[in-house]
């Protein structure tokens, strides 16, 4: 079990209670400015004590936590559950959430493939071609 301490530091306490999948997205996060802790912007080697409270914004969602216990080492999900007490809002039902069609810049013309899936993902009817050009004359 990881060793019981007074403070660790906030990108190694994010990762090991699991808010991250790893240390360096926890490092990159603080230096971003999207941890902060009793409502101040830090650094990756803050340090954090029992009692803080940490405001983490990660993958679209923010996550509000209060430090129960310090821990430095990574442990599983249920050891970690009961290292903060979690006051987050709830995140979002799927249906409201939006996705989008993304294409890698430079891709090229989508293939008509492609083309039927973006059509599909935003909701356009099925086999609808462009509206017919009016005759010239």
Same mark, same amino acid.
Do not use: F
């Given at each position: 079990?990881?060793?019981?301490?007074?403070?660790?530091?906030?990108?190694?306490?994010?990762?090991?209670?699991?808010?991250?999948?790893?240390?360096?997205?926890?490092?990159?996060?603080?230096? &971003? &400015?999207?941890?902060?802790?009793? &409502?101040?912007?830090?650094?990756?080697?803050?340090?954090?004590?029992?009692?803080?409270?940490?405001?983490?914004?990660?993958?679209?969602?923010?996550?509000?936590?209060?430090?129960?216990?310090?821990?430095?080492?990574?442990? &599983?999900?249920?050891?970690?559950?009961?290292?903060?007490?979690?006051?987050?809002?709830?995140?979002?039902?799927?249906?409201?959430?939006?996705?989008?069609?993304?294409?890698?810049?430079?891709?090229?013309?989508?293939?008509?493939?492609?083309?039927?899936?973006?059509?599909?993902?935003?909701?356009?009817?099925?086999?609808?071609?462009?509206?017919?050009?009016?005759?010239?004359?």
């Amino acid at each position: 079990m990881a060793d019981e301490q007074t403070s660790a530091r906030v990108d190694s306490w994010i990762w090991s209670v699991r808010l991250t999948r790893t240390r360096s997205i926890a490092s990159d996060a603080c230096r &971003g &400015g999207h941890v902060r802790v009793n &409502g101040v912007r830090v650094k990756p080697a803050h340090a954090v004590r029992v009692g803080d409270e940490i405001r983490l914004r990660h993958e679209g969602r923010e996550r509000i936590v209060v430090v129960s216990r310090i821990i430095t080492k990574r442990v &599983g999900a249920a050891v970690a559950a009961e290292c903060y007490v979690d006051k987050s809002p709830p995140p979002p039902p799927r249906e409201e959430t939006v996705t989008v069609a993304v294409r890698a810049r430079g891709a090229g013309r989508p293939t008509k493939r492609q083309r039927r899936d973006i059509d599909r993902l935003l909701g356009r009817a099925e086999g609808r071609t462009r509206e017919p050009r009016e005759p010239r004359g």
